[in-house]
Every structure is written in structure tokens, then in C-alpha cells.
């Protein structure tokens, strides 16, 4: 749905993928159920022409990494109508789900829950808007929209996503490219003519790349490349997994710097670079069941990267480098896709000049409180509220499906707090930790 009034709103929303979509329920779900004073208007806008989430990664059989429970709204309302079984319910599988017996639903499921609430949820949303600044005019924030006319707000949340992260000097085409728009690259390849194709990286997409490619083209090698002498498995196990959970970003939060980078350091191998097990013990039983054969189409270049790379209209010319031995072999391939990982879109990138008026960190990183409100020196008296980029100061969910829920919350909180704070001529003290439950005020100050 698309804004038709210029009315300034409570807050705008930049993105509207999962993150802004659960904040967007949250937002309905809190007007519901308060007082008129007290409800929330919102509007967002989002630079794809219709709700997407990883659509190039959609690969049949894929499951998600994270349960079902872990949705848009369940850990912060198990009542919500929002939830994966609501769904599951309107769509009349909600039987034969719980028949599987499991947790993970595919990735192509979860992908139509997400599409099934965007449609639901009553918030204006306009797609096809790409943001090209943020201004504040002393009294609101002016999103600017590339061939429109700004939308106003008292407050703004960010969330602009991941963008795609390759190797320096890596310059991307048609047979170059990063696994995110995977299943678009490979529509557009020109027919294998070498036969071979390389993917690059560690983690459960570089994995599962390799495993797509290997069942996909029946008569290709598939060479994977990376620094690790083999595939990590992700840490799933129960206590591990607490780094996830909504108090560890409490804790995570209220952290020393030196801290917060030990426990990042500790709890890496349950996000980064690491591979479900099961999928590691699969492509481990295809590559050996081939040297059993005889004929090998799956090769697993560990301890390797690739030291040269030059393409031509043919083709493309990669080098591997064995690290160990040093040997380098050299494969005429069709394409090479770069499953390399994902990094936040800078605050810059999002906010524009208006990115000078944010204080920074020694590191030049967004100093944020505690409800992900990004602090201003007093420069700005609106609210910059980040989703995503904020690994530093709140933890590994920060990028993370787990925790949208339960955060959408603790930013609709900390919204309503501001707007009574205007109201009242009050400050609201955003450094203080979220209320718990069953308290709806943040602490105020006296102006």
C-alpha cells in the first residue's frame, strides 16, 4: 500500500524487509490495544518494487537455520496474528507442518510467511523508492526520494539491510558475481562450455551454493575454494544458542568494548563461516562416493584460495592456490560465484550529509543506545533508530532473524516514550535498558 497524504507521521521507516515489516506489525498490534493519544503513525518505503527477502537464494530444499518460532511476532506476543502458525492456519497447512516433526521450515516457506504478513500488515508502505538522503529541518526528518517528494517524520528507523561483500579487487559480471542474486545470475549464464564452475567461501551459503551447483548441472565440476582446511560446523547447541536470546543483548549492550569483542570473538562459529553439520556430512559422502567411481565433479579445495583470475568472452581463467604446498592448479571455469558474506549498509550510505551529526566511536562506528537509538549530541532532537549495523554495540542478532520480534517491541517502547516525552515537554533518558515486562514507560528526565 502506498501514502497518499504529505502529513508528517511518528516515524519513517527506510526498508521494509523483515526487520521494518516486524516493526510494522508491532506498531498495529501496539495501536490496537492503547489509547488514541498513545498509537504510533508510520509510513515506509522500500527501493524493490514488491516485498523481497534473499529471493537469488531461494534454492529448493534449503531450510532455515533459526526455529519457527523465531518469527515477526511470537516472542513478543504468542497471541499475534502474525505469527508462522497463524499462518501456517490461513493456509490451511498448519496439520501437515506439524506432521514434519520439525523446527526449520524451507527458506522458500519462510519467504512466503514474510510475503503473506507484509501483505497483511495495514502500515503505508511505497515500494519502488530509493532513498537518496535524510534531512532534518529542526522540527522533522525529510526522507528524500529519488523522483518524489520527501516524506516527513518525527523519527526514523533505518533499515537498510546487507549489501554483498567480495575479495578487493574482485570486479563483478555476468560470470562473476555473489551468491545473493544467485538463481538470477545463473538464468542469465550463457551456456557451460568449459564445465566448471568455482564457488568461493566457508559459510552455509558457500555450502550450499556447492551442493545447488552439484545437483543442478549433472555434468560440471564444481570446485570449492577456501582458506579453511574444511567446512566448520556451525555451532547449534542449546547454551551457545543463548547468545541469541533477547537478555544476552542486554548484556551484550551494557558491556565493556573489550568485552563485547570476546564475546563476538567466542560465539563466531554459530553465524560465521561455519555450515550445518548435515550438509557438511552430505557433501562429504558425494565428493568420496565419486573418488569410489572414479569420476569426480565435486572438489573441496581446502586450505586454497585463488590466486589469479582474468575472464574473457569464453570464460574464466582461476588459478588455486594450494597455501600449504604451494601448487597451483589451473581451471579453465564457466563462472565464479562469490559466496563470501554480507556486510550492513553504512550509516552514511543511509542518512547522507546528515551522518555528520551522529556520534562515532574510535572506529568511526554509530555510538547506540540501549533502544537502538543512535545518539546525536543533541544536535537532533528526533530519533535515528538503526536495524542492522549495530553488531558492536548490540550483538549478533543484530543482523539476525532471531530477535526481530522482541526488538520491533523495545523500538515501538521506546517511540511511544518519545512521543509522551514531546507531549509533556520532558526528555526520555534512551540510554535506560527497555521496561520489563508488563511496564510501558521508559525514564524520563526533566528538561
Not at 534454492?59 to 502458525?85: E, H, N
Not at 553465524?271 to 557438511?280: E, Q, T
Request: charged fraction near 20%; glycine fraction near 8%; include cysteine.
Amino acid at each position: 500500500m502506498k501514502s497518499d497524504s504529505n502529513t508528517p507521521v511518528d516515524v519513517v521507516g527506510v526498508g521494509f524487509g523483515p526487520s521494518n515489516l516486524a516493526l510494522a506489525i508491532a506498531i498495529e498490534e501496539h495501536n490496537e490495544r492503547t489509547d488514541p493519544s498513545e498509537r504510533i503513525t508510520a509510513s515506509f518505503v522500500e527501493k524493490q518494487e514488491r516485498f523481497g527477502w534473499h529471493r537469488g537464494m531461494l534454492l529448493p530444499g534449503t531450510t532455515m537455520q533459526i526455529s519457527f518460532l523465531k518469527d515477526l511476532a511470537t516472542q513478543r506476543d504468542v497471541c499475534s496474528q502474525y505469527s508462522f502458525l497463524k499462518y501456517l492456519s490461513e493456509r490451511g497447512k498448519l496439520i501437515d507442518f506439524i506432521n514434519q516433526q520439525s523446527f526449520f521450515p524451507t527458506r522458500l516457506e519462510f519467504h512466503d510467511y514474510l510475503e503473506w504478513a507484509a501483505g497483511k500488515v495495514s502500515s503505508p508502505v511505497t515500494y519502488g523508492a530509493e532513498v537518496s538522503s535524510v534531512g532534518w529541518t529542526g522540527e522533522l526528518f525529510e526522507v528524500r526520494v529519488a523522483g518524489s517528494v520527501p516524506v516527513s517524520g518525527r523519527n526514523v528507523v533505518l533499515a537498510g539491510g546487507l549489501r554483498s561483500k567480495v575479495p578487493e579487487g574482485v570486479q563483478l559480471s555476468r560470470r562473476l558475481f555473489h551468491n545473493h542474486r544467485l538463481l538470477e545470475h545463473l538464468r542469465e549464464l550463457p551456456p557451460l562450455r568449459h564445465q566448471k564452475l568455482v564457488v568461493v567461501g566457508a559459510g552455509q551459503s558457500a555450502a550450499e551454493v556447492a551442493a545447488y551447483l552439484h545437483e543442478s548441472y549433472p555434468g560440471a565440476e564444481i570446485h570449492a575454494v577456501f582458506g579453511k582446511y574444511g567446512y566448520t560446523p556451525a555451532d547449534d547447541s542449546p547454551y551457545a544458542n543463548r547468545i541469541f536470546d533477547p537478555e544476552a543483548v542486554v548484556d551484550f549492550h551494557q558491556s565493556s568494548n573489550e568485552l563485547r569483542a570476546q564475546l563476538l570473538s567466542y560465539h563466531r562459529g554459530t553465524n560465521y563461516s561455519a555450515v550445518d553439520p548435515p550438509l557438511i556430512e552430505e557433501l562429504y559422502r558425494r565428493e568420496y562416493g565419486e573418488r569410489v567411481s572414479g569420476r569426480r565433479r565435486l572438489f573441496v579445495r581446502g586450505a586454497s584460495e585463488i590466486s589469479s583470475i582474468s575472464e574473457s568472452e569464453s570464460g574464466v581463467n582461476v588459478q588455486v592456490l594450494h597455501r600449504p604446498s604451494q601448487d597451483v592448479d589451473e581451471l579453465e571455469c564457466d563462472a565464479v560465484v562469490y559466496a563470501t558474506g554480507f556486510e550492513p549498509a553504512g550509516i552514511q550510505d543511509l542518512l547522507g550529509p546528515l551522518a555528520g551529526a551522529c556520534d562515532v566511536d574510535d572506529q568511526g562506528r554509530p555510538l547506540v543506545d540501549r533502544d537502538y537509538r543512535v545518539t546525536t549530541s543533541g544536535q537532533i532532537s528526533g530519533g535515528i533508530y538503526l536495524q542492522g549495523a549495530t553488531e558492536h554495540t548490540h550483538g549478533l542478532t543484530s543482523t539476525l532473524l532471531s530477535n526481530l520480534a522482541v526488538r520491533s517491541g523495545e523500538l515501538v517502547d521506546s517511540l511511544v516514550a518519545a512521543k509522551r516525552a514531546a507531549q509533556s515537554g520532558t526528555r526520555v533518558d534512551t540510554t535506560a535498558a527497555p521496561p520489563a515486562e508488563g511496564e510501558k514507560n521508559l525514564v524520563y528526565q526533566s528538561l
